[in-house]
Every structure is written in structure tokens, then in C-alpha cells.
């Protein structure tokens, strides 16, 4: 089946430095791919849509210079965490629909922890 | 904006008993998809059942069927003969045209 292989599946970091998170969609093309943030005992909250060769729609609330989202190919999706505090420090998931309103495929997430 | 809401944060079953899981949701629109997901411990999402709205039939998948009732927007889960591993959170979502809504979630716990 369809799978999406986002790495790192744990980072630490440094306040005020930025961590790069990867969404890959490993046997399907994946023209969008949603980010979501999850705190602990929480929903998933999205943040933004990244689109394959355009600007990713952040949701309200959410940085945009904050959070870097590039969706370069049609593989590939990033979500950069730029000058991290922690208070940004959260479960990061990523997912994208294998195919046109197909139930999403999730990535096993990243735990980012800032300190 | 779509909402989800899930009214049971904690749901509790006896082992090999039958729980269902509540959800409503908010939607102008009349083609849309909904999905019932598990999250373990491990977070990893997993796909439960999911039903397209323009489907009467509700779906089943083996343990796990849903009452969806379009005109009340609800989309309820039953889990039947509950098992230890059925343990999780379970979220409801709602998605239409690249728009992905959840709901708060309710954590399902089986009692052996």
C-alpha cells in the first residue's frame, strides 16, 4: 500500500536554531500533503497544505515565516521550524491522499523537542 | 470552516463487549469523506473504516462498522467483540477537496 516516510522520527534541538522535517510519499505522487501539529492528548491541529510547484495555505494562526513549507517535487515535502523556542516543540505529522479523496496516509510523525 | 466534534473524550468497554464512538460533524457541502482513525501509543495514524457520503450503505470492516446518518451529520463507530489491542485514541475526520478536519478525539480503553 501507499506509504509516506517522514524523517527525523525525533530531533533535539537548540533554541533559536531550525530543524528541517521530511515528507516523502515513497510508491505514489503526492501533488499535496497536509502538516499537522499534535500536542500531547490533543487533536491533530493542521497547519498548513503544501502543493506540489506552489505556495503552500497556511491555516490562521500559523507563522508562515515560522514554519517553511517547500513541496519541490512530487515526493517530497518540508516543513522547516526556523529559530525553534520551546514552545514550538510538539509531535509533527505529515500526510497526503494517495489518490483524489483517498484516505490519507500518515507519516510516523517527528517529536520535536527544543530546548 | 468544517467541524468535527467528538462529545467522549474517555470511552471505557469490557473486553469482547461492544462500544460505539460518537461523532458529529458540520459541512455545507454534499460529497465529502469520512474516516475513523486509531492512534496508538506509537502515534502512528491508522485508517479504521472510512465512508463516502454519497453512499446509503454503511461501511463495515470485519469488527468495526459505522451508523452514518447524512441528514443528522453523524458518523458513529461500533466496535464489536472488543479487544485489548483496540485500545487507542480514535479520531473522526472529515475531508472534502484537500480540506482534512479532526476531531478531539476520544480514548478508548478495554478493560480485560
Known amino acids: 500500500g501507499a506509504v509516506v516516510s517522514q524523517h527525523p522520527s525525533r530531533v533535539i534541538c537548540k533554541s533559536g536554531t531550525s530543524v528541517k522535517i521530511e515528507c516523502r510519499s515513497l510508491?505514489?505522487?503526492?501533488?499535496?500533503m497536509f502538516w499537522y501539529r499534535q500536542f500531547p492528548k490533543q487533536s491533530l491541529m493542521l497547519m498548513a497544505t503544501s502543493n506540489e510547484g506552489s505556495k503552500a495555505t497556511y491555516e490562521q494562526g500559523v507563522e508562515k515565516d515560522k514554519f517553511l513549507i517547500n513541496h519541490a517535487s512530487l515526493t517530497l515535502s518540508t516543513l522547516t521550524v526556523t529559530s525553534a523556542h520551546p514552545e514550538d516543540s510538539s509531535f509533527y505529522i505529515c500526510?497526503?491522499?494517495?489518490?483524489?479523496?483517498?484516505?490519507?496516509?500518515f507519516g510516523n510523525g517527528t517529536r520535536l523537542t527544543v530546548t | 470552516a468544517q467541524t468535527v466534534t467528538q462529545s467522549q473524550p474517555e470511552m471505557s468497554v469490557q473486553e469482547a463487549e461492544t462500544v460505539t464512538l460518537s461523532c458529529t460533524y458540520d459541512?455545507?457541502?454534499?460529497?465529502?469523506?469520512l474516516f475513523w482513525y486509531k492512534q496508538p501509543p506509537s502515534r502512528q495514524m491508522i485508517l479504521v473504516i472510512r465512508q463516502e457520503a454519497y453512499k446509503q450503505q454503511n461501511a463495515t470492516e470485519n469488527r468495526f462498522s459505522v451508523n452514518f446518518q447524512k441528514a443528522a451529520k453523524s458518523f458513529s463507530l461500533k466496535i464489536s467483540d472488543s479487544q485489548l489491542g483496540d485500545a487507542a485514541m480514535y479520531f473522526c475526520?472529515?475531508?472534502?477537496?484537500?480540506?482534512?478536519?479532526f476531531g478531539a478525539g476520544t480514548r478508548l480503553t478495554v478493560k480485560p
Open positions: 475526520a472529515y475531508y472534502n477537496n484537500n480540506d482534512m478536519r
Open positions: 510508491d505514489f505522487q503526492a501533488t499535496t
Open positions: 459541512t455545507s457541502e454534499s460529497d465529502y469523506y
Open positions: 500526510s497526503a491522499p494517495g489518490q483524489p479523496n483517498s484516505p490519507l496516509h
